[in-house]
């Protein structure tokens, strides 16, 4: 029987059906460590890609508020045009020019806060480097200049303060004018040290600080003069690059996470592993296992049903699992009720020592030695195929019996014999005499005989008996066996025959042990003919092998106990009914000498009609039989 620690080894069976995706699962540690790889490569390009962007941004910026102060610039240029048209027009300009002995009348303009959309309020006053200046020529009428009247526009650091109040510029963008290596701001002039401020976005050092610039020119009435949108390098790279690590640090955390997660799966894959590799190992025991093993849960439902369950019974998983037991094992409420159940494995005492039940499955009785252990998930049994250990054991009490009425007969035959010649000797005949002792020799020899048979089974079963294997002369062997088995008979109504071929080889084995055999068969064909009939022993070769046979026209044997009457005590009639003795070893014996000397034997009969035993033993040499 199974021990109880292979049982508690199959207490944690995967349910049929089940599936588990171990792969995945092992893979998932391993895959969030990859990704964590590209992950951080991913993280650092976009950084670079987001820092690149905020530095566009900043050009963008940049643009726009140039759009707007050019705009405002312009506003104001075309109030200078309008001024200076306006003056051109005014009588005391035009007096003024032509009587008062001036060639020209110089106007400032300045922007002021009451006037924010640019217009301006002439002033005289002498023209700067740094302005935008609108000339109108008096011309005579040979197309001389006459007269002018200037309109101009300082480009200083208050035209610069007033059109920075005038867009909206952030915190950060200023506006200036550069011209010749000089960039007038705000609050003061600064000396560009290296690169100049053009149409496209650029880095400029002016006054000791990087800036990032754009600008445009402000046309030929400005003397060559830009006005130039700045804003700090320092100010620009600091907000690139807290981008960067905006994104870079988004993608470290979510690296972290990865690998946090990946740590903390770990233990529970490696945990589930284990309990897999467990169930799997517990899976293979009793897959292998030589005990049928099943569980039967709490509902009484068949939750596993192993392979030597199947083998033993014929009953498939498929046809048993999730059933219920009562339903689906023949009997099981009846042999359920007898089985020892332990509630702890290894808890084995008389009690729940294995108990041997009958189990009727198609017809087949089956014996089933069976114990249960109870589980937390119901009941786990294992049981072991006793049927073969159960018929012998009948059969072995049939010997018994069988045994006591073959030694009682003879003995009481001997013991009469004896005592009538020793106590009536002188009053018997001489005939009479010899008739008794006949019958003490005939009884003695079939006690002898029956002793031996029972020695001879002894040896078989602990392959103790010593079988040759030499050529011998089978021919002589059957003629022997005829001779000596005609001289046994009593009545005549039997005859034996022999039939032999022309030429036999010799055949390979032991000549004393086929002798017995053939004498066995000989002797049941005319023990089992108890209205006597033809005997015909033959021997023939074959393709390697030469077939005895013992021909009958006996009882004979029915089909289905052809095979059996060949197992130890068997006998088709063991109660001795049909008044025929024997010990049921006879043909017990013929099998196992004809198997140890590499033959096989076996019967053909037509119940009623007789029977042919036959047996083949290998030939010694091979020989070309001719037809
Ligand atoms: P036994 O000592 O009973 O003859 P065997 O082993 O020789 O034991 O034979 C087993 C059984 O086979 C016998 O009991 C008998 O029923 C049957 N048997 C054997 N030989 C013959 C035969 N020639 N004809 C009919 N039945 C036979």
Known sequence: MMSHAALTSASAPPRRGMSTRPGRVRLLPIALLLLAVPLAVAAWGLGGYSAQRERNNADTRLIDSLNSAGGVYRDVLSNVDSTATRLSGDRRVQHELFH??????????????????????????????????????????????????????????????????????????????????RLVGAERTLRIESGAPGGRAGDIRAGGTGYRTVSEGLGSGANRTRLAALEPSSYIDSKASLARWRVIGLGLAVIVALLAMAYAVS??????????????????????????????????????????????????????????????????????ARIPVARRPGEIDDESSAETVPLEIEGREIWLSIAGVTLPDGIVYAFRDVTRERR????????????????????????????T???????????????????????SKRLADLVEEILLTGQLDSGSLWVVTE??????????????????????????????????PKVAGDAER??????????????????????????????????????????????????????????????????????????????????????????????????????????????????
């Open 267 to 336: 233990p529970s894959i490696a945990r589930s592993r284990v309990s897999r590799q467990e169930r799997e190992r517990a899976e293979r025991v009793l897959a292998h296992v030589g005990d049928g093993v099943f569980l039967v849960d709490h509902d009484g439902v068949i939750r596993l049903w192993n392979a030597a369950a199947e083998a033993i019974t014929g009953l498939r998983p498929d046809a048993i699992c999730d059933r219920e037991a009562a339903e689906a094992i023949p009997g099981w409420p009846a042999v359920a």
């Open 421 to 443: 010649l020793l106590e009536r000797e002188h009053e018997l005949t001489a005939q009479t005499r010899q008739d008794l002792l006949d019958m003490i020799g005939a009884q």
């Open 471 to 504: 050529p011998f002369d089978a021919e002589e062997l059957v003629w022997t066996v005829a001779a000596t088995a005609r001289l046994r008979m009593s009545d005549d109504t039997t005859t034996i025959a022999v039939s032999i071929p022309a030429v036999l």
């Open 514 to 627: 086929t002798r017995q055999v053939l004498t066995n068969l000989v002797d049941n064909a005319i023990k089992y003919s108890p209205h006597g009939g033809a005997i015909e022993l033959g021997v023939e070769a074959g393709d390697g092998y030469a077939r005895f046979t013992v021909r009958d026209e006996g009882l004979g044997i029915p089909l289905g106990e052809q095979k059996r009457i060949f197992e130890k005590f068997y006998r088709l009639d063991p109660d001795h009914r049909r008044g025929i003795g024997g010990s049921g070893l006879g043909l017990y014996i013929s099998r196992e000498l004809v198997r140890s000397m590499h033959g096989r034997i076996w019967v053909d009969s037509d119940p009623g009609k007789g029977a042919i035993f036959m047996f083949e033993l290998p030939l010694a040499e091979r020989v070309i039989v001719p037809a």
């Open 392 to 419: 012998l054991e009948e059969l072995r009490a049939q010997f018994v019996a069988t045994i006591s009425h073959e030694l009682r007969t003879p003995l009481a035959s001997l013991h009469g014999a004896a005592m």
């Open 100 to 181: 008062g002995g001036h060639r020209a009348v110089v106007w400032r303009m300045r922007v002021n806060k009451r006037h924010p959309n640019g217009r301006v309020r002439p002033r005289r006053g002498p023209i700067p480097a740094a302005a935008a200046v609108r000339r109108i020529d008096f011309l005579s009428t040979k197309g001389r200049t006459i007269g002018q009247v200037v309109v101009f526009l300082p480009l200083d650091h208050q035209f610069v303060r007033w059109l920075a109040q005038q867009v909206d510029l952030g915190s950060h963008r200023q506006l200036g004018f550069a011209r010749g290596g």
